[in-house]
Structure formats: C-alpha cells, structure tokens
C-alpha cells in the first residue's frame, strides 16, 4: 500500500490530494480498461488504485511485487502519514507524501514545504528503533537541508526527546500531541496541556513551538528529555534567567577575588610597616614625608575620615605605594595613600587591590593617578584573558602579550 505513485506519462501521482497533485482526476486511473501505467517509486513494481470500504484512497501493487518498504508499512503508519500531510496542508505548507532523498539515503513519509524552500520532514515512527538509529536518521535529512520532526502513538517511547519527536494518543475521533510540551515558569519547565495534532502542526511549522534542549529542571514529567517543544518567549526567558543568574555568579565570583587580593595587598602594608618600624633611620624619612605640600591637610582630612589620629607611616619610600606616602593609625594600619604617582608604566597591582582611599593635593594630580590605574585595570584584563585562554587550550604557561603600554 502506497499514497503515491508514479504515471507513466503524469508523473508523480499523490492519492491524499483531490487533483493527485497533477491536476488530474481519480476517475482517470481508478477501475479504468486498460489499466493505468502506474508504477511504485521505491521498487518499480506495477500498482494499481483502490478505494478501502471506508473510502480512504491508495495505490496497491500489483501480485508479485518484490520486498518493498512501502508494502510493508502498516495501516496504522500509512494513516498517521495522511493524518500529518493533511495537518501540513492546514497549516499552510505543501505537503508530499513518501518523499527519497536526492541520492536515496533516506525517503521522508510526509516532506512539508514552502514557497521560500524551507523543508520539513513529518515522520510517522510507530515500529521499534534505538535512539542512536533515530539520530542517524535524523542527522542523515539534515544534511541534505531537512528538518525533521518525529511522531509516534507509542505509549512507551524510548528515544522520546533524543529528537525533535512527540507522542500522540487518540483522543475521541482525532489524535492529539501529549507530550513532551513544556512552558517555563522562571525556574522549572513544567509540562503544557495536549493539543490536537493538527494544531500541534501548525505551531511547529510556524515556529510558535520551537524544538529546544532545556538547561534548567523539569517537574510533574514522568521522565525529564533531552529536546522538548517550547514556545520562543519560553527560551528566551529561561536564557535571560541562566544569563542573570551567570552575571551575579561572576560578579559575586569577582567580589571574592577582589576581597582575597584586598586581604593580600593590607597584609603585605601591615607587614612593610612593621619591618620599617624597626629601622630607626625610617623614622626620618617619615618626618620629612609629614612635610610635603598639601599632606597636613589631606592627614586632618582621613582623621575625620576614620575617626582615629592619623601619621606618615615608616614605610614610606616603599615601591608599592609608587611615589606616594602611606597614611596610618596609631597600630600601624594602613589607611591611606596621599599622592601615589607612578613614573612610568600602569598602577602597580598593590594600588589596584588594597581598596583603600587615595588622596591627593590637587586635582589634576587625582586625574594623572586616575590614567595611570586604568591603564593598569585594562592590562590586567588583559593577562586574566591570557591566562584562561591559555588554561582552555591546555597551555601554560601562556605565550608573552604585548609589551605594555607606556603611561600617559
């Protein structure tokens, strides 16, 4: 049994069309004397059309036909193809049933189309395959250019969700898609009511149900799918919600980095003050700091800042203050830098991480500092890039960047 059938002079004949697709009538080849030139296209063998008792018209070949794929589908098959051709042509789309590939590697049971070349391929699966088989398959029309989406009446299904596919089950007197349909809800993707087949069609060919790999739970489903079908707006929320979710996990994953550096950069203050503390010719050097230009206010300023007395602190003329004097309380504790001004190169990494107030004597100096630190930002980015393209391709260390910039 067949839909189709190839003329010998009309060509390509489709039984499920009223004009057989040719324009042509049944009458011309159904219980005609002498018999139409009707032939199979999958095997060649000789057919003939017939009317079942309740009116459903087909091609049968003729007594002594060879082994033929198309014989050998069952009535179940051959109806859900009628049943897809039919939702396709609904929808808007053409529709030819029993359809070979260009080289033959595979043969569509329904082939949906439009005028703009797009190619869809329905596929009634009601007989056993494995997962991997239907992959193959699938993977095999996408090559040529062709989608294609899987349908079976199966209560049991175990490559559901492997592909684009979906279960039916009769309903009344029609067939209706079950599942796997889905709607996310802001954390899960719960499972949508059944839908009439030829509705279910109708969405999927005008891309109100778009075929989709979930990333976050599904609930209420008695088994979770790799693919399940999905309106756009529920994609693109579930992205927007995992692309949020990833910003805060990054910006929090970069607080922690930053906190770790800041802790880091306070130790190595701490530890630079209290070795300074014990060379008493530092204490000079930190005397005469306590002089500079503008610092005697900019010292009131941070005791009315932290509420504590404020002093040049020993380790002045250390190279991680870059030019600038450290500013601390009474225990030493860093909690200033007045002045800081590198002479040559970006802001040393010790400026960038401390996270603590820099002051300055005037304005212009702020903006010269303020150059400096984001060029010291920008190739700082630049190595951690380095750094995790190197890790990701397995390469470390990394390949030497450019040479860095000189300061402004």
């Not at 095997?43 to 070949?61: D, E, N, T």
């Not at 003729?62 to 050998?72: K, N, Q, S, W």
């Not at 990333?215 to 995992?242: D, F, I, S």
């Amino acid at each position: 049994m067949s839909f189709t059938a190839v003329h010998a002079e009309r060509g390509r004949l489709d039984a499920s069309q009223p004009d057989l697709g040719c324009g042509w009538d049944w009458s011309a080849i159904h219980q005609v004397r002498p018999p139409a030139p009707l032939a199979c296209r999958e095997c060649g063998h000789g057919m003939h059309a017939k009317v079942s008792p309740l009116g459903l018209r087909f091609f049968a070949h003729a007594p002594g036909a060879p082994t033929c794929t198309l014989a050998e589908e069952s009535m179940a098959h051959h109806l859900l193809k009628l049943e897809l051709a039919q939702a396709a042509r609904t929808a808007g789309w053409m529709a030819e049933l029993e359809v070979s590939g260009p080289d033959g590697r595979w043969r569509a049971d329904v082939l949906a189309s439009t005028a703009n070349s797009r190619r869809v391929a329905l596929e009634a699966q009601l007989a056993s395959i494995t997962a991997a088989e239907i992959r193959a398959r699938t993977q095999r029309m996408g090559a040529d250019g062709v989608r294609a989406y899987w349908f079976s009446d199966r209560s049991r299904i175990a490559w559901l969700g492997a592909v684009p596919s979906v279960r039916l089950a009769r309903q009344g007197e029609g067939l209706v898609a079950v599942e796997p349909m889905a709607r996310f809800t802001g954390a899960y993707w719960d499972p949508k009511p059944s839908i009439p087949l030829s509705e279910f069609v109708g969405r999927v060919l005008t891309s109100r149900f778009v075929s989709h790999a979930p990333r976050t739970p599904q609930r209420h489903v008695a088994r979770p799918v790799t693919l399940l079908w999905a309106h756009p707006k529920c994609v693109l929320a579930e992205a927007k919600k995992l692309g949020d979710e990833e910003k805060q996990q990054r910006a929090a994953q970069e607080e922690q980095e930053r906190a770790e550096r800041r802790g880091y950069a306070r130790q190595e203050a701490a530890l630079a003050e209290r070795t300074a503390r014990s060379d008493p010719d530092r204490a000079a050097l930190a005397r005469h700091s306590a002089r500079l230009p503008g610092i005697e206010r900019t010292i009131a300023q941070a005791a009315d800042m932290f509420l504590t007395r404020v002093t040049v602190g020993w380790s002045v003329g250390d190279s991680r203050y870059s030019s600038g004097v450290p500013l601390v309380n009474d225990r030493g504790t860093l909690l200033a830098v007045f002045d800081p001004l590198p002479l040559a190169g970006p802001c040393p990494d010790f400026l960038l991480d401390v996270g603590l107030p820099m002051l300055f004597p005037t304005e212009e100096r702020r903006e010269r500092f303020e150059e400096h630190r984001a060029t010291g930002e920008r190739l700082r980015r630049l190595r951690q890039q380095a750094i995790a393209a190197a890790l990701a391709d397995d390469e470390w260390p990394p390949r030497p960047g450019p040479p860095e910039p000189e300061s402004p």
